[in-house]
């Protein structure tokens, strides 16, 4: 797999994509929602809905960035939270989102690494990460770190970008590619992180690909969902 990079410099994946999400921290709720005409909301709404199944009392949400999987899942599941990401900016915006919705107490926000994460082994009911392992450094190892600190018999719930198949597949792409780095380039003032978003989706793994390294990485069963004709995909990967 081509490790597509943010601004294709000596530092290294991970320390680029910390340091973009810092970059675009203030902007990203406001050009998440525009970009995606508030259909993430959807998705993440479907994602709760088929974790709220297993009735978790402690999830944990990697790369949480400004916390709205996080909230939709407390609010979905009445879980307590740990949201973990690499950029401190994304964080303080989602503890301020946080602090005014009076969620402080059943969501925790904290810096950490997807793949060294903080906590021991078999602790969480369920594990979340929408649009977040499509930026791991090392996807295996990363996804192996998830599934470690999630319980036996529970799952991991991943919410990421894929590709739009059929007669729309070349309109979607061409909104992907030209039109949607333009916008985010006016509103982040970020001229890479929006070009880095069509390019790390196309180089990255979906569907049965996205299965078999799951299943690779030792989870023992994985389901996954198309959303809104492929544009994204929740997979449930069960330890």
Do not use: C
């Not at 082994?121 to 090392?138: C, I």
């Not at 059929?166 to 780095?181: D, E, R, S, T, V």
């Not at 006016?186 to 880095?196: E, F, G, H, P, Q």
Request: charged residues 25%.
């Amino acid at each position: 797999m081509n490790q597509v990079t943010p601004y294709n410099t000596e530092a290294g994946k991970k320390k680029e994509v910390e340091d973009m999400f810092d970059n675009i921290a203030p902007k990203y709720d406001l050009l998440n929602h525009v970009l995606s005409m508030k259909i993430d909301v959807l998705w993440r709404n479907t994602l709760v809905k088929w974790m709220n199944a297993d009735q978790p009392k402690e999830v944990l949400d990697v790369a949480t960035g400004t916390g709205d999987l996080a909230i939709a899942v407390q609010k979905g599941t009445g879980a307590k939270m740990i949201g973990l990401d690499l950029s401190q900016q994304m964080l303080n915006v989602g503890i301020e989102k946080i602090r005014k919705i009076n969620l402080t107490e059943q969501i925790e926000m904290i810096k950490g690494d997807a793949e060294n994460l903080p906590f021991e082994s078999n602790k969480f009911d369920a594990v979340s990460v929408a649009f977040g392992v499509r930026n791991f450094e090392n996807l295996e190892k990363g996804l192996s770190e998830l599934k470690r600190v999630v319980k036996e018999g529970k799952s991991v719930y991943i919410l990421e970008f894929s590709k739009v198949e059929g007669f729309l597949a070349p309109f979607y792409m061409f909104y992907f590619k030209n039109i949607l780095p333009q916008i985010g380039k006016l509103v982040s003032k970020d001229n890479r992180a929006y070009t880095y978003l069509p390019d790390s989706v196309n180089a990255f793994p979906f569907g049965e690909k996205m299965k078999t390294i799951l299943l690779n990485v030792g989870f023992r069963k994985v389901e996954y969902k198309k959303l809104s004709l492929g544009i994204a995909t929740i997979y449930k990967a069960t330890k």
